[in-house]
């Protein structure tokens, strides 16, 4: 993952993977058959996880709201300012010019949470708690201060630090309405 992270995608050997690892390079291909196949083996290591957990949850028996804002302090705390945030960004940063990278961790990660996001926001429609019905058609938008907190802490955190937790509480409180205080 270091090496990745810190080279790139593109730039990553797996002669400096191995080096790093303390093992002949040979030793790597008898795991991986080459570098996309061993990145994608450190996304189902490192990403997919965070996802299942998500995709795993039991049905809520409170609001829809709670589980979604559960689920996000997951992510932040366990992809925000992490190295699992910094192998996002590298997602985002050279998936257009690694079109089979981006289809894996689209297939693997993102198909995933999206299906669970909108299974989430049928329920809270149904339920009521989400008024905007054509919310499900764009899960994408429940997720949005996620990946945009991604993005901001590599580029510009160090100039304007941002509160993940209280934007998505905001956005929240777009989508479902400001929380009561008692």
Do not use: C
């Not at 590298?90 to 693997?108: C, H």
């Not at 919310?135 to 802490?153: D, E, F, K, N, T």
């Amino acid at each position: 993952m270091e090496e990745f992270i810190g080279r790139g995608f593109a730039a990553t050997r797996l002669d400096d993977i191995a080096k790093r690892a303390g093992v002949a390079k040979g030793t790597i291909y008898l795991h991986f058959k080459d570098k996309e196949s061993m990145f994608e083996e450190l996304v189902r290591i490192v990403i997919v996880p965070v996802v299942a957990r998500l995709t795993a949850l039991p049905p809520p028996t409170g609001s829809v709201r709670d589980l979604i804002e559960a689920f996000a302090g997951n992510f932040l705390k366990e992809v925000i300012g992490t190295r699992r945030g910094d192998l996002v960004r590298l997602i985002v940063a050279e998936g257009p010019r690694f079109p089979a990278v981006a289809d894996f961790y689209y297939r693997e990660v993102v198909s995933r949470g999206i299906a669970a996001m909108r299974g989430l926001i049928e329920l809270g429609i149904a339920r009521g708690e989400i008024r905007q019905k054509d919310l499900a058609r764009y899960p994408q938008i429940l997720v949005a201060p996620a990946m945009i907190a991604v993005i901001w802490q590599s580029l510009f955190a160090r100039h304007a630090p941002l509160d993940a937790q209280d934007m998505l509480r905001v956005h929240l409180d777009l989508i479902f309405g400001e929380r009561r205080t008692t």
